[in-house]
């Protein structure tokens, strides 16, 4: 069965560093999701990607946020300056057409802030 | 925006007996309620999911219920077994468009006494 995959399963940067979290979604969908889960609270939508551009973002996701797809098969998220704050469980995920679901998720990365 | 409420945190059931998982939604707007099973060091994995013009879904030992009405949507898990232990999150969105990032309850801790 097709899956999301995420690299690397665990970033751990010094605050104040850029960090890009990298996923491959599953290659037929086009739709693309980042979501955080802080540890042991639940699962935060951050940002949803269609077409080339931002569909949808969610308070957290404020200018040191960004997405990316650089070609066909990844989809990326940076954090410019990080914060301790941003330690947490980062999920990308991913669907297919508009009307389709569900969206499918990767196993996460685990970014810690020091 | 969406909130969604989960209750409870925390359940613990007798193998074989049923474990039931609520949760409650404030947009009427929103049309689309899946659950997610997590397992340690995993992301979110769907087990079932329930459209709006549906008041009801089974799979096997899995069904959902849904009340528009009231607002609110249930798990429903029979014959539980051990490798049913996990963490399980409810969500809701507005399926079919582009502003579908999925608002997630706080999760349910659904522990399998042997």
């Known amino acids: 069965e097709p899956e999301v995959t995420q690299t690397p399963s665990h970033q751990v940067t010094q605050m104040g560093q850029e960090v890009i979290l990298r996923c491959v979604p599953i290659?037929?969908?086009?739709?693309f999701y980042w979501y955080r889960q802080i540890l042991g609270q639940k699962v935060e939508f951050l940002v949803s990607?269609?077409?080339?551009?931002?569909?949808?973002k969610s308070e957290i996701f404020d200018d040191q946020f960004s997405v990316e797809r650089p070609d066909g098969s990844n989809f990326t998220l940076k954090i410019r300056s990080t914060k301790l704050e941003d330690s947490a469980m980062y999920f990308c995920?991913?669907?297919?057409?508009?009307?389709?679901?569900?969206?499918?998720f990767g196993d996460g990365t685990r970014l810690s802030i020091l | 925006g969406e909130n969604v409420e989960q209750h409870p945190s925390t359940l613990s059931v007798q193998e074989g007996d049923s474990a039931v998982i609520k949760c409650t939604y404030s947009?009427?707007?929103?049309?689309?309620f899946p659950w997610y099973k997590q397992e340690l060091g995993k992301g979110p994995q769907l087990i079932i999911d329930?459209?709006?013009?549906?008041g009801e879904k089974k799979d096997q030992r899995i069904a959902v219920t849904l009340n528009k009405t009231a607002k609110h949507f249930s798990l429903h898990i029979t014959e539980t077994q051990p490798e049913d232990s996990a963490v399980y999150f409810c969500?809701?969105?507005?399926?079919?468009?582009?502003?579908?990032?999925?608002?997630f309850g706080k999760g349910t801790h659904l522990i399998i006494q042997p």
């Open positions: 990607f269609y077409n080339n551009e931002i569909s949808e």
């Open positions: 329930i459209r709006s013009n549906v």
């Open positions: 995920a991913s669907k297919g057409e508009a009307g389709s679901q569900p969206q499918h």
């Open positions: 969500a809701a969105s507005k399926a079919g468009g582009g502003a579908d990032g999925l608002t």
């Open positions: 947009d009427s707007a929103s049309n689309y």
């Open positions: 290659s037929n969908h086009l739709y």
